[in-house]
């Protein structure tokens, strides 16, 4: 079983920042998979933010580039999400996400809100 935990939303004046975090634990599987970060904001279709992948770099979403950052950290076993310069648009709730042996996870979620 794999649990993922998402932490650090909160509310931000647009221009502000905001880091989230990505815990997993469970099966110790950290080093191999890929994590990816989704929002969903009320009323639209959760969408990609970004993914990185094991012992690669990450990649971006359009809206993401330039802005976002995503990294991971193999000794805690998370993986992180720094979004600067955010935007009202920005305001959705955010989830990671993973899959492994054809089951995905979904931790669940963190809200962050952008006020102009």
């Known amino acids: 079983q794999v649990q993922l935990v998402e932490s650090g939303g909160g509310s931000v004046q647009a221009g502000g920042s905001l880091k989230l975090t990505c815990t997993v634990s469970g099966i110790d599987i950290f080093n191999i998979i890929d994590i990816d970060w989704y929002r969903q904001a009320p009323g639209k279709q959760r969408e990609l933010v970004g993914s990185?992948?094991?012992?690669?770099?990450?990649n971006y979403a359009d809206a993401a580039k330039g802005r976002f950052t995503i990294s991971r950290d193999y000794d805690k076993k998370t993986v992180s999400l720094e979004m600067n310069n955010l935007r009202p648009e920005d305001s959705a709730d955010y989830y990671c996400?993973?899959?492994?042996?054809?089951?995905?996870?979904w931790g669940q979620g963190t809200q962050v809100t952008v006020s102009s």
């Open positions: 990185i992948p094991s012992g690669g770099r990450a």
């Open positions: 996400r993973t899959s492994f042996m054809e089951t995905i996870y």
